[in-house]
């Protein structure tokens, strides 16, 4: 989970993702992304919370139609205050769970 709002904090959020992203151990392992806090003023869109994490929509693996060449890793832009989007990432994380 990622503060979509907090510009000072998605430089570390992104380097700590990387390092997880990095772990061999886990190359198989499907990554959920949150960006939260999208209801906020300040937050920042999707195209922008992507940038920020360096994961462009074709390096990843879809919500809906699957690029069977990415790692199995997708961004969902949340707010639990709204209540949205949180229940489309936990659909698409369980569809690959074995």
């Known amino acids: 989970m990622v503060d979509?709002?907090?510009m000072e904090r998605l430089?570390?959020?992104?380097?700590?993702?990387?390092?997880?992203?990095?772990?061999a151990s886990i190359q198989e392992v499907p990554v959920l992304v949150f960006g939260t806090k999208v209801d906020k003023r300040d937050a920042i869109s999707e195209e922008e919370f992507r940038d920020a994490m360096d994961l462009p929509y074709h390096q990843t693996y879809g919500k809906e139609a699957r690029n069977a060449?990415?790692?199995?890793?997708?961004v969902f832009m949340i707010s639990a205050r709204k209540q949205v989007g949180?229940?489309?990432?936990?659909?698409?994380l369980s569809e690959l769970i074995e």
Do not use: M, N, P, T
């Open 69 to 74: 060449h990415c790692r199995k890793i997708e």
């Open 4 to 6: 979509a709002s907090d």
């Open 86 to 92: 949180y229940q489309e990432g936990f659909a698409w």
């Open 11 to 23: 430089r570390e959020s992104r380097e700590e993702l990387e390092q997880v992203l990095a772990d």
